[in-house]
Nanobody
Framework: VQLQASGGGLVQAGGSLRLSCASS????????MAWFRQAPGQEREFVAT????????NYAESVKGRFTISRDRAKNTVYLQMNSLTPEDTAVYYC?????????????????WGRGTQVTVSS
């Protein structure tokens, strides 16, 4: 399985970006998916997760109400819509595929990882 994240870039504070994560190889359409991020000098942290059919989602408190995770199982793609971005959202964003139908917030539940896409929010 390969996960390819895209959609990152430079945006001003208050702006929006939509990240995409496409999987290839074995399908992950029945697996939970998630986004994590890692800011410079910090540990990688959970951002959002979604269950296999999109019915279950969970978000980090810091992004609730601003970010939305979704998926298109037919396209084997997961999205992260990010609105009202702040400089604190600056990080490399990674998508991840879970071992099960819903991975939750722990990184240890995910065994498929993409390379990440850089998001930079200027003030």
């Amino acid at each position: 399985v390969q996960l390819q994240a895209s959609g990152g870039g430079l945006v001003q504070a208050g702006g929006s970006l939509r990240l995409s994560c496409a999987s290839s190889g074995r399908t992950l359409s029945n697996n939970g998916m998630a986004w994590f991020r890692q800011a410079p000098g910090q540990e990688r942290e959970f951002v959002a997760t979604i269950g296999w059919n999109g019915a279950l989602t969970n978000y980090a408190e810091s992004v609730k109400g601003r970010f939305t995770i979704s998926r298109d199982r037919a396209k084997n793609t997961v999205y992260l819509q990010m609105n009202s971005l702040t400089p604190e959202d600056t990080a490399v964003y990674y998508c991840a595929g879970a071992r099960s139908s819903f991975g939750g917030t722990s990184q240890t539940s995910y065994n498929y990882w993409g390379r990440g896409t850089q998001v930079t929010v200027s003030s």
